[in-house]
């Protein structure tokens, strides 16, 4: 403001005038705000106050992220931080992994739509689930917090969202965009879903499509890749659809989508993936019906607020499962960890590698199973992973290939295609990269063959792919020599304390100091 008062009189006058019309109504939008201000001053009104400054606490950083495309969590702006993973070691003790990321992002929309104001506690505080709070900031909803994992939802129903100012920005999160993308293309007004430079090259048509059938209206890029442009306005009409490729983020958009369609919309998938949606809507008193493969919504109901607790996130938890399972003389207890049945591939992938967990003091907190799981070091063979636990495990199968890798024999996977659209192509980074430390392992268009044992150090390269920098770090327990592990800022965005609970269970990794 100090720079346009110094500027030359003239050239403002000039710019006002040729521009009468969009500076009319922007000045227009700018009373509005103030007068809405000076309304809640008066009155009293501390829920209207409390979004005012809650969203503009975080505006100004969430602008200059979204004008440099870049995350919302900095952890260091260095292109290249480098892990260095010393070989060798054990692990023990006890730790707690972050919350859950899926049940986090859910937490914010379910809640954002509620009826009453929802407590979470746990929430993840990683870029992917900020992306979503700030999403809900743009639209109108008040969410105090995160803080120390507590978040505070003050929902505005069903029919209570606004339209966001500009194009709403989601950094990396490809679930925050399919999820998104199901509740708004119901929604009166129009709105554009974008990302950052990964995000962009995901595809979109697997949830624009079905939407489509519903009675969306829906702009893609070319191939089907962000933006994303969602016409409001638009009467949706419930529908049965059968997924052909098994997908817990097609899924969940299309039974949100159900909540404003007229009639019944039902969902059937050709192998089981992770139900958090459906447990979740129940929880806020939404009734979701399931049969089988086959989950049902019907619109005409309400979603109640209410408290929920997010159990570690199994996903974050696997790292050390697996470096565990192998590390010599090690004995892990990991607490409080989701063990939702439609997540617990990477459990049952290790025991039938031979591998010794068990889980104890099992219960449910939030209509989410949850329990401590104790894993003691084995030696691990390998196997032909079954077809039907691969939706099960898909986050977690870079590192059960280094735990493959590990392993006596030849590990073989299938039906695991897309794990080449992830946030980088993951069959064949972690095969560049498992090769390069003297792993034979060779791709296949859905999957993988890996041939375990003895192998040493090397360069690899994480393209900035959270999951990769992971997988190597624990991949040193079992090498010869060190592993410089490239690109890993994104750790810091995903799992914040990744390096600090290695260091106290007993992974030698660490940043290089250049």
Known sequence: FTR???????????????????VLRTLDVFRDDLDALREAVDTGDGHQLL??????????????????????????????????????????????????KSISHRSIML????????????????????????????????????????????GVGLHGLKAPPGPIYLGNSGTSMRLLSGLLAAQPFDSTLTGDASLSKRPMNRVAKPLREMGAVIETGPEGRPPMTIRGGQRLTGMHYDMPMASAQVKSCLLLAGLYAAGETSVTEPAPTRDHTERMLRGFGYPVEVEGST??????????????????????????????????????????????????????IL?????????????????EPVADIRVRSARLKGIDIPEDLV?????????????????EGRT?????????????????????????LGVKAEPTPDGIVIEGGAFGGGEVWAHG??????????????????????????????????????????????????
């Open 351 to 367: 025991r039938l590698m031979g591998g010794d967990l068990s889980l104890e003091n099992q219960r449910e907190v939030g209509g």
């Open 391 to 407: 939706p099960l495990a898909i986050d977690e199968f870079p590192v059960l290939f280094v735990a493959a890798a590990c392993a």
């Open 465 to 514: 792919d959270h999951r990769i920098a992971m997988s190597f770090s624990v991949a040193s327990l079992c090498a010869s020599g060190p592993i410089r592990i490239h690109d890993c800022a994104n750790v810091a965005t995903s799992f914040p304390n990744f390096l600090a609970l290695c260091a106290q269970t007993g992974i030698r990794v660490a940043v290089e100091n250049n």
């Open 4 to 22: 346009i008062a110094g500027s030359d009189p003239v050239m403002w006058h000039d710019i006002f005038l040729a521009n009468r019309e969009a």
């Open 295 to 348: 989950a049902k919504v019907e619109s005409g109901h309400k979603l109640s607020a209410t408290h929920i607790e997010v159990p570690a996130d199994i996903s974050s938890a696997a790292f050390f499962l697996v470096a565990a399972s192998f590390a010599e003389g090690s004995e892990l207890v990991l607490q409080h960890v989701g063990i939702n049945p439609t997540r617990v591939g990477v459990i049952e």
């Open 111 to 154: 809640g954002s739509l509620a009826e009453g104001t929802t407590e979470v506690e746990g929430f993840l505080e990683g870029e992917d689930a900020l992306a979503t709070i700030q999403a809900f900031r743009d639209m109108g909803v008040v969410i105090e917090g995160p803080q120390n994992g507590r978040v505070t939802v003050h």
């Open 51 to 100: 979004g005012v400054f809650t969203r503009a606490r975080v505006a100004r950083e969430h602008f200059s992220k979204i004008l440099a495309r870049r995350a919302y969590v900095d952890a260091m702006h260095n292109n290249d931080l480098i892990y260095l993973a010393q070989p060798g070691g054990s692990l023990s003790g006890t730790i707690r992994v972050p919350g859950d």
């Open 412 to 436: 073989v996977l299938r039906g695991a295609e897309e794990l080449r659209v992830k946030e980088s192509d993951r069959i064949q980074v972690m095969a560049d990269g498992l090769k390069a």
